[in-house]
């Protein structure tokens, strides 16, 4: 499920873009409370954005078929290709978890999985950041677990005044947590000043030209 923010883009433009994946089960709750956080501050200094709720329904993980190799697409017709097709209109990438067993909700891993090994080198370029909530404890080790996508595909992690974590059973929890919820405006003036000197830098200078890349093993015949 798709929210728009209030500003309106049918075509690419000079205002940047940020799309939020909110990967709890909870439509409304403490997750998306964070992210809408975020969401208002970045709105507030000029930035579009864009949420998106991946749902309660079952995720399919990667099944190794290597399908995406040849299509640039998953053989499971879900988000994950939805987001796939859309990647060029987005500058910036939140993802937002609750914390279960010291790591993000599993839906959520699996199609991260999926989306970043399809995406290949649509990635790259782009601002990333991740928040988590959680009631008492795990939070940095979920954390930890979802920068590892966007630290292996040449993005650029965006960092706040704290890790980017929130605490609380329910919403009301959350809004009692004024460190964690200004840490997310925090995080989002980051993002939103980065954003805007992106977008002036690329007119003067020509982004990184990779080698490319070297894959080898571990296991040497």
């Known amino acids: 499920m798709i929210y728009q923010s209030k500003y309106k883009r049918k075509e690419k433009t000079s205002m940047s873009k940020v799309l939020l994946i909110n990967g709890s089960p909870n439509e409304k709750g403490c997750t998306y409370t964070a992210l809408a ?6 709105q507030k200094n000029g930035i579009e954005t864009e949420l ?3 749902g309660k329904k079952p995720i399919a993980g990667c099944i190794a078929c290597g399908k995406c190799y040849q299509t640039r697409r998953c053989v499971f017709q ?7 097709n859309r990647l060029d209109e987005y500058d910036g990438l939140i993802v937002g978890s609750p914390v279960y067993y010291a790591g993000p909700a599993g839906q959520l891993c699996a199609f991260l999985d999926r989306l970043f090994y399809c995406a290949g080198k649509k990635m790259q370029g782009k601002l ?4 988590v909530s959680c009631r008492r404890g795990g ?3 979920a954390f930890d677990r979802l920068n590892k996508y966007f630290g292996i595909s040449n993005m650029h992690i965006i960092g706040s005044q704290y890790w980017n974590q929130v605490h609380g059973k329910k919403p009301e929890d959350v809004y009692k947590d004024q460190e964690g919820l200004q840490t997310m405006r925090t995080l989002a003036l980051n993002m939103a000043w980065m954003l805007k000197n992106l977008e002036i830098g690329k007119k003067h200078i020509p982004s990184p030209e ?3 890349k070297i894959y080898t093993n571990f296991i040497k015949d």
Do not use: G, R
């Open 52 to 54: 998106v709720y991946l």
């Open 128 to 131: 990333a950041a991740s928040i």
């Open 210 to 212: 990779y080698e490319e």
């Open 78 to 84: 879900d988000q994950v290709n939805e987001i796939l």
């Open 139 to 141: 939070a940095s080790a």
């Open 37 to 42: 956080e975020i969401m208002t501050t970045l």
